[in-house]
């Protein structure tokens, strides 16, 4: 169902950045209805629900399933109806015009439309010394930057299953990675967690964080402390930075899409931006409520109007207008 190659020569008529339950869900309205449809997600472990070890109150579903079984049931039957997926990051878009661009580590992706389902696990706070250091030894993706370490010691910090894989990428360059996690277990499969304990470029560091990037021009080290009070400075030449919050992740829309004073996106009745053709659903809207069948549901709605402004109507109204 992933794919990875570059979708730069086809124009879809709904691009859908964010795979988790609002954007899978959008992915099965849209091509249920016909739409060409493409979902651009880094991954069914990133998200906030994917990364649950267990869902209990998911309408429908027996048991308590991960929140990975749950959202790779949705993305089946999303493909089912035609839907694609890629495995992919998008940095930069372009949406103010027709068609819409959106540019991701594997290539660009255009679109008629583009529907908005990143969630809200992005970061409100850097890291002392990361913002003087970006480009010069701090990245936030391995796989565009990784080559440049080569027999270097590296860290990367995070425990989430993409910050795993960026891990095990840079042990292809790399002569050293420290995996640097805050939490005292790593939010993985076992399966990924024994991958990890296989490589040994990896050391691996739990309970621990990251409190400051050293170096003038370019990095020179990290500093880190255990949870039990213990400090160290590692030397580095290269910082992956891989953690979360609770900020809509929205960054790669590069203030093209007006918010909220708290930095939420902002939609009508019917899940449409203030930019024509855009629409947005999930946590990006910072409903107080966060739950999964909520985010399906605006997935359902924000696909629903999309597929209605494709047809043609430039004013929508909902339906019990």
């Known amino acids: ?7 730069a020569e086809g124009i879809h008529d709904v691009l859908i950045v964010g795979g988790g339950p ?3 869900t959008a992915a099965l309205y849209t091509a249920r209805a016909g739409l060409s449809t ?3 997600d880094k991954g069914i472990g990133s998200g906030a629900l994917g990364m649950t070890h267990g869902i209990a109150n998911f309408p429908g579903i027996q048991g308590s399933p991960s929140g990975a079984e749950v959202v790779g049931s949705i993305r089946d039957q999303a493909a089912s109806f035609g839907a694609r997926f890629v495995d992919d990051r998008v940095t930069v878009a372009e949406v103010a015009g027709t068609p819409k661009t959106l540019y991701g580590n594997q290539g660009a992706y255009r679109g008629q439309e583009v529907i908005v389902a990143t969630g809200s696990m992005g970061r409100t706070a850097t890291l002392p010394g990361e913002d003087a250091l970006v480009g010069r030894g701090v990245s936030y993706c391995a796989t565009c930057d990784g080559f440049f370490f080569a027999d270097q010691a590296v860290a990367v910090v995070g425990n989430t299953e993409e910050a795993i894989e960026e891990a095990l990428y ?3 360059f790399a002569r050293r990675v420290h995996l640097i996690c805050p939490t005292s277990s790593l939010r993985v499969s076992d399966d990924l967690v024994a991958q990890l304990e296989a490589e040994p470029k990896i050391e691996i560091r739990t309970a621990t964080s990251a409190r400051e990037i050293h170096g003038e021009t370019m990095v020179e ?8 009070g213990e400090e160290e400075t590692l030397p580095v030449a290269g910082v992956f ?8 992740i929205i960054g790669f829309l590069n203030d093209q899409v007006p918010t909220t004073d708290a930095g939420c996106l902002l939609v009508d009745e019917n899940f449409q931006t203030r930019v024509p053709g855009v629409f947005a659903a999930g946590d990006v809207l910072c409903k107080h409520l966060k739950q999964a069948v909520i985010a399906a549901a605006e997935g359902a709605g924000a696909a629903v109007a999309a597929d209605r ?3 043609g109507r430039s004013a929508l109204k909902p339906d019990w207008a």
Request: aromatic share 6%; hydrophobic share 35%; no cysteine.
């Open 241 to 248: 930075i891989y953690l979360q919050g609770g900020a809509p």
């Open 22 to 24: 609002a954007g899978a």
């Open 38 to 40: 493409l979902v651009i």
């Open 221 to 228: 080290g990290l500093k880190i402390k255990r949870r039990d």
């Open 170 to 172: 840079l042990t292809r």
């Open 309 to 311: 402004y494709l047809s």
């Open 1 to 7: 169902m992933t794919e990875t190659t570059d979708h």
